[in-house]
């Protein structure tokens, strides 16, 4: 059984910047892609950018580009979602997902407001 833990979140001002991290359980990690959603209340979880299990390739979407970023390290079964210069529009339950296999973390709670 996989199981993924975000964590990182937390309520910081417009121009900011948070650390979320996702750890994950398991020996598939290193084979998967891995991938960064949110969600707001009465909306669809959304993608917010991805990261490829071998060569590192990225993607992000639009309203993200330039002030996200990324990451993973299969050693340690974790990846990363670096965000700065951070909105109040980013404001959301950030999940973190493991593609194959489908498994979902939890979710940690990222506010931006003054």
């Known amino acids: 059984q996989v199981q993924l833990v975000e964590s990182g979140g937390g309520l910081v001002q417009p121009g900011g910047s948070l650390r979320l991290s996702c750890v994950a359980s398991?020996?598939?990690?290193?084979?998967?892609?891995m991938g960064w959603y949110r969600q707001t209340p009465g909306k669809q979880r959304e993608p917010v950018a991805s990261i490829s299990s071998i060569s590192g390739t990225t993607w992000y979407a639009a309203s993200v580009k330039g002030r996200f970023t990324i990451s993973r390290d299969n050693a340690n079964n974790t990846v990363d979602l670096q965000m700065n210069n951070l909105k109040p529009e980013d404001t959301a339950v950030y999940y973190c997902?493991?593609?194959?296999?489908?498994?979902w973390g939890q979710g940690t709670q990222v506010t931006v407001s003054p």
């Open positions: 398991g020996t598939i990690f290193r084979n998967s892609p």
């Open positions: 997902k493991q593609m194959r296999g489908d498994y």
